[in-house]
């Protein structure tokens, strides 16, 4: 069935370091990857979102890239600061109001 | 302000007492949704409504029951509560029904089933 994984589970790095996640979609009808970053005590909240038809979106300092032919995306953070600490998901849309998400990632950034 | 409500945000309850676990949004939209979070399972989506009357099961609805009888409310509803379902609940909401963009999620409600 449709199913994303992602990797790390979780990821420490030191601060200005960055920071990269990994996800894989199993269903080539996915056409929508958005990315929630998750505080603690807090409801997921989109950060980035890519669609099918371009590569790659950057925003200040982090960047999205996506291979559709691999089924592959990820979430770049670059110059990590210790606000970045939280857990992230990735999420693809294989139809119509629906996401699947990935089991997520607990960034640590260290001081 | 624009957002997602979910009450309560904690709640510790016994096998088989029936609860009810309130969603509201603010801002019209048509699409809401139930997701349970568990470790290493990610968010997994339980039921949710395209607009008023209008229900679906998601991929875990055992267990659970939602209505929607106004379009800014969206109840879960457990009718006989049991341990697995302890979890961490949130509610969202998306603007149309035409695609996935940036749901909006509630804060979350932490169950405790004993």
């Known amino acids: 069935g449709e199913n994303v994984e992602q990797h790390p589970s979780t990821l420490s790095v030191q601060e200005g370091d960055s920071a990269v996640i990994k996800c894989t979609y199993s269903d080539s009808a996915s056409n929508y990857f958005p990315w929630y970053k998750q505080e603690l005590g807090k409801g997921p909240q989109l950060i980035i979102d890519?669609?099918?038809?371009?590569g790659e979106k950057k925003d200040q300092r982090i960047a999205v890239t996506l291979n559709k032919t691999a089924k592959h995306f990820s979430l770049h953070i670059t110059e990590t600061q210790p606000e970045d600490s939280a857990v992230y998901f990735c999420a693809a849309s294989p139809h119509t109001d629906k996401l699947i998400f990935g089991t997520g990632t607990r960034l640590q950034v260290f001081p | 302000e624009a957002q997602v409500t979910q009450n309560p945000r904690y709640l510790i309850t016994v096998t088989g007492k029936k609860l009810t676990v309130t969603c509201s949004q603010n801002m019209n939209h048509e699409y809401m949704s139930w997701y349970r979070q568990d470790p290493g399972l990610g968010l997994r989506q339980i039921y949710y409504s395209m607009n008023v009357e209008v229900t679906d099961k998601g991929d875990v609805p055992e267990g659970y029951k939602v209505s929607r009888k106004e379009k800014r409310n969206f109840p879960l509803i457990l009718e006989s509560p049991s341990p697995n379902q302890t979890s961490l609940y949130f509610c969202?909401?998306?603007?149309?029904?035409?695609?996935?963009?940036?749901?909006?999620f509630g804060p979350g409600t932490r169950l405790t089933v004993l």
């Open positions: 890519i669609r099918s038809n371009v």
């Open positions: 969202a909401s998306l603007p149309t029904s035409g695609g996935a963009d940036t749901q909006y």
